[in-house]
């Protein structure tokens, strides 16, 4: 059974940086792209970033370019998202999600389009 586990968020001033981590079991983790989402209170949740299961491709949410950055340890099982220059609209929980693909290069933004899900972890901006 495929289990994702997020680790790494906590409470952070504006301007400052946290890393996230996503530990994977239960999967060839080498054929599954990967996905980070996230919900703040009383929002939907909404794409952040992901990445191709060959580490070639990612691709980010506009707002989030140029300050956050995913990357993919396959040693490891484990994805990351390294978040810089936080700011308070950032607050929310984050959660890590996988796809099995054949195609190594594909990305996807659209969270029905993922199999497995993690329980989250919270992020917390403060002003």
């Known amino acids: 059974q495929v289990q994702l586990v997020e680790s790494g968020g906590g409470l952070v001033q504006a301007g400052g940086s946290l890393r996230l981590s996503c530990a994977a079991s239960g999967q060839p983790f080498s054929s599954y792209a990967m996905g980070w989402f996230r919900q703040a209170p009383g929002k939907e949740r909404e794409f952040v970033a992901a990445?191709?299961?060959?580490?070639?491709?990612?691709y980010y949410a506009d707002s989030v370019k140029g300050r956050f950055t995913i990357s993919k340890n396959n040693a490891k099982n484990t994805v990351y998202l390294q978040m810089n220059s936080l700011k308070p609209e950032d607050t929310a929980v984050y959660y890590c999600a996988s796809r099995y693909t054949s195609w190594p290069d594909r990305v996807t933004s659209k969270d029905e389009e993922y199999d497995y899900w993690g329980q989250g972890t919270q992020v917390t901006v403060s002003s």
């Open positions: 990445i191709s299961w060959s580490g070639g491709n990612t």
